[in-house]
């Protein structure tokens, strides 16, 4: 039953809700997630405090998966990982399962499930101008209500 509800979920947050149908991911070179990210701190809701606004991170390709690489310069933390955006559950090495992919070249849709089976379902997206970059997490499955909303500008 839990395995049953749980497919339901992930299957509801990836897309279904929104009216998404899953794309195939973009050439690694064309990819707009490829790139460097800071936090901005201003647009970012609710408002990023000094720890979090020192955010920056780096997301590479390598293959078809993602590979994450954030720096907290307040706390002096890096932290890597890869997700690879095909829709199956995929364990991270910090514990969590995590499910994505992508709905257009520029958006993700993903779940994350952590070990206590709390889940977050989140979108990242690119702008158009390929200069912002927001992850919208929500508070429910069906992805009607807004928990946070990170906003990250373009470094390189």
Not at 28 to 42: I, S, Y
Not at 85 to 95: N, W
Request: charged share 30%; glycine share 6%; aromatic share 10%.
């Amino acid at each position: 039953m839990a395995a049953k509800r749980l497919r339901a979920i992930a299957f509801a947050c990836l897309g279904i809700a929104l009216g998404f149908g899953a794309s195939t991911p973009p050439a690694p070179d064309q990819d707009p997630f490829v790139g460097t990210w800071r936090a901005n701190r201003e647009k970012s809701y609710p408002r990023l405090d000094r720890k979090d606004a020192d955010d920056v991170f780096t997301v590479a390709r390598q293959g078809d998966d993602l590979i994450w690489s954030s720096y907290n310069g307040h706390t002096r933390r890096q932290r890597d990982y890869s997700i690879r955006c095909d829709g199956k559950f995929h364990l991270t090495p910090t514990g969590p399962l995590v499910s994505c992919e992508y709905t257009s070249p520029d958006t993700t849709v993903g779940v994350t499930r952590e070990p206590t089976g709390k889940l977050d379902c989140w979108t990242r997206h690119v702008s158009a101008d390929r200069q912002e970059m927001t992850i919208t997490s929500f508070k429910d499955e069906l992805r009607t209500k807004v928990k946070a909303v990170w906003v990250f500008d373009r470094v390189k």
